[in-house]
């Protein structure tokens, strides 16, 4: 082993997962977690049907109902959309007639799939992980190899428990220093995207590593990984350390007692080691971070909160420069507008990016004792019953209702215009979620990115607002 | 899935660089539970209007495009969701190839599972591509998977290369998972060891 040359996190995980390669280097990459959901499975399920196959290892494999479903109470009474109903329906028949394990609809661990499988300890360090969602890169940050994949790939891991796969180039992104005040997972990953843009990452699984990244909890780390797809990146990752270890320790379903203690041995190996070769490496300042937010429709239209509208009539390039002008347009913008004047009609906390725990607590730190401004609707989304559960222990969703939040059910909501929660044409808002493209949202409706924290500093201004500015009030 | 071998057809100029998987077919239409029908709701957003009629200043509601086979963009084609619902309307819709200076990763792999065709050229390339195709119904485009090379409407030949594996599935329509499926053997004993040396994993 002395003589192995030094390998990445993603090396020595992608190596423990090879089954077999083909002759043309392509590798056979053994699945350990199949996450699944119901808008990408049902045609997968239909192929295996018609070649009578089964799901190799049912056990390996976890379905939860996340996209379609309402965050109000008609979850209880059924779902009214029809298709969506069927999508639901189809997702339980599949599970039925195949035996893949399932989350019922009002299971108290029901959620957003990336934010029950880390949350119920089913992923692990050193896993490989899929689902038919580009956001699986999100259990990267429990020191897994995750990543999202299309229908047929789903079918195909239902079917052998592995994918044909090339290996991927490794990129480490380094944020050095502290987090200033105000900022948080969220303000790193957007920071990043701006600086690499939204293809940066293609063909890369990212490392994060350095100072700001061991001291964010898991779900900063979450937020981190989930958005590497909008970097370009299939897969983020961030070696398992002891708060990863603290954190599968509280988990129900992680490893417990000898199996935590074996299992702990071989994650203990896993970090990058010293003189590891990365294809590509960035540097960043934490502390050059400030609060982010974006501007136009693509998570790389960032800027500090502090910023202004850029003027497309800058750019050079004609190509960038149509784009630019399409977003000013599309967003209903006017260049040098402050960000900080852009008035919000919706504030959305919730997604797969920003639904845990903590970042509800954030949410219900600036919210305590303020009120949401006249005419603003905004609602907070747990990521999952057992978020919610912990959030109302913890007397979160009063500290939000007083102050005149939504309090919902868990699910992927307002993240991307599948269910009732939806933007109508010409609305903005301010959301913690991961996409701001045309139309995300409900069409015509017009979305800004930003942190939990900011976002509930929006609701309570009325207007996109600097955080720093709305800190949290001791006395209700 | 259907085999790809050579295809003659209208190209239609997209030239956006950035395009989504949201634009190709927005979230609110990914309810089938098909893989056919989502060709209508193919870059819904751009190809209807608020009350639902054609936008006419798109180009898939131009002749001659409305039959496009082939499709022409700029960067980072395809990203976004992981949605393999994007190839299917795209397909549904008729179009079988796409020509980007580049595409996203896992856009990229669905397009290869389901008959459509990635080429990869260089950003000039595409864009003298799109002139040829603004000059009316005759001017076709072929692409030739066979021998990796796309002819222009005036005969020149622009080469590609694909790789080598997906080329022959591709050419031959072929599955990958009964490809796969020869090599349980190796996956049994992936499996038993394992099992043997991270039994938390199989608890």
Redesign the interface.
């Known amino acids: 082993m002395s003589a192995q040359k030094p390998r990445t996190l993603f090396d020595k995980i992608w190596d423990a997962h090879v089954?077999?390669t083909?002759p043309?280097g392509?590798a056979?990459l053994?699945i350990?977690l199949h996450l699944t959901h119901e808008?990408?499975t049902?045609?997968a399920f239909?192929?295996l049907r018609a070649?009578g196959?089964k799901i190799?290892r049912p056990?390996?494999t976890l379905g939860v109902i996340d996209?379609?479903i309402a965050t109000d109470e008609s979850r209880y009474t059924g779902i009214v959309?029809p298709?969506?109903a069927?999508?639901v329906a189809?997702l339980e028949k599949n599970a039925a007639e195949f035996g893949m394990p399932l989350i019922p609809l009002l299971d108290e661990r029901q959620g957003i799939v990336h934010v029950i499988g880390p949350e119920l300890g089913r992923s692990?360090p050193?896993?490989t992980i899929v689902c038919?969602?580009?956001h699986?890169s999100t259990h990267g940050a429990m020191g897994a190899l995750a990543f999202?994949?299309?229908?047929?790939?789903v079918?195909?891991v239902l079917?052998?428990?592995?994918l044909?796969q090339?290996p991927a180039k490794n990129m480490r992104i380094s944020v050095d220093g502290n987090l200033a005040f105000g900022c948080s997972g969220k303000d790193i990953v957007l920071a990043i995207i701006g600086r690499i843009g939204?293809?940066g990452g293609?063909?890369h699984v990212i490392e994060y590593a350095g100072d700001a990244i061991r001291a964010l909890d898991m779900a900063g780390r979450m937020t981190v990984c989930n958005m590497s797809?909008e970097g370009?990146a299939?897969a983020g990752m961030v070696a398992p350390d002891q708060t990863t270890y603290d954190y599968i320790a509280k988990t129900p379903n992680g490893?417990k007692g000898d199996?935590?203690k074996?299992?702990m041995e071989?994650w203990k190996t896993l970090p990058s080691d010293a003189g590891a070769h990365f294809d590509t490496e960035l540097r960043l300042n934490a502390h050059e971070i400030a609060p982010q937010v974006t501007w136009g429709t693509?998570p790389e239209a960032v800027l500090p909160i502090t910023g202004v509208v850029p003027n497309p009539a800058e750019v050079a390039d004609e190509?960038?420069r149509a784009?630019m002008e399409r977003m000013v347009q599309y967003m209903g913008l006017t260049p040098g507008q402050r960000l900080q004047d852009l008035k919000v009609d919706v504030v959305f906390i919730g997604s797969c990016t920003n639904s845990r725990i903590e970042d509800i607590r954030a949410a219900a730190a600036i919210a305590r004792g303020r009120r949401v401004a006249d005419g603003v609707r905004a609602m907070v989304v747990p990521g999952s019953g057992l978020v919610k559960k912990q959030a109302e222990q913890e007397g979160l969703d009063r500290i939000l209702k007083e102050a005149g939040f939504e309090w919902r059910e868990a699910g992927c909501s307002m993240c991307?215009?599948?269910n009732p929660d939806?933007l109508t044409?010409g609305q903005r808002s301010a959301s913690t979620s991961n996409?701001n493209?045309?139309?995300?949202q409900?069409?015509?409706g017009r979305t800004h990115l930003l942190s939990p924290a900011m976002a509930a500093a929006a609701a309570v201004a009325g207007h996109l607002a600097d955080v720093r500015d709305y800190q949290p009030k001791e006395t209700v | 899935m259907q085999a790809f071998t050579t295809l003659t057809g209208i190209a239609a100029p997209l030239p956006k660089a950035n395009v989504d998987t949201d634009q190709i077919i927005p979230a609110r239409f990914l309810k089938s539970i098909s893989r056919l029908g989502f060709g209508k709701n193919l870059f819904a957003n751009f190809r209807y209007k608020e009350d639902g009629s054609e936008n006419p200043d798109f180009v898939l509601n131009q002749e001659p495009y409305r039959k496009a086979e082939i499709l022409i963009a700029f960067e980072n084609f395809g990203c976004g969701s992981s949605r393999e619902h994007a190839p299917w309307a795209l397909l549904d819709f008729g179009i079988r190839c796409v020509i980007a200076p580049d595409f996203a990763d896992i856009f990229h792999n669905n397009c290869f599972k389901n008959g459509v065709l990635p080429v990869r050229l260089p950003k000039e390339v595409c864009a003298q591509l799109m002139e040829d195709a603004k000059l009316g119904a005759n001017a076709r485009v072929t692409v030739d998977l066979e021998r990796e090379v796309v002819v222009r409407p005036n005969g020149e030949e622009i080469p590609f290369k694909i790789d080598p594996l997906r080329r022959h599935l591709l050419l031959n329509g072929l599955d990958d998972i009964g490809q796969t499926m020869q090599h349980a053997p190796a996956i049994d004993s992936f499996e038993a060891k394992q099992k043997a040396a991270q039994p938390w994993l199989y608890a």
């Open positions: 089954v077999d083909l043309d392509t056979l053994y350990d808008v990408t049902p045609q239909d192929g070649a196959r190799r056990e390996a996209h379609n959309d298709e969506s069927l999508q189809t692990l050193g896993m038919g969602d580009s699986t999202g994949i299309g229908t047929s790939e079918e195909h079917a052998t428990q592995t044909l090339k939204t293809a293609t063909g797809i370009g299939r490893p199996a935590l074996r299992a071989w693509n190509a960038k784009q991307l215009g599948m939806k044409p996409r493209f045309e139309g995300r409900g069409p015509g």
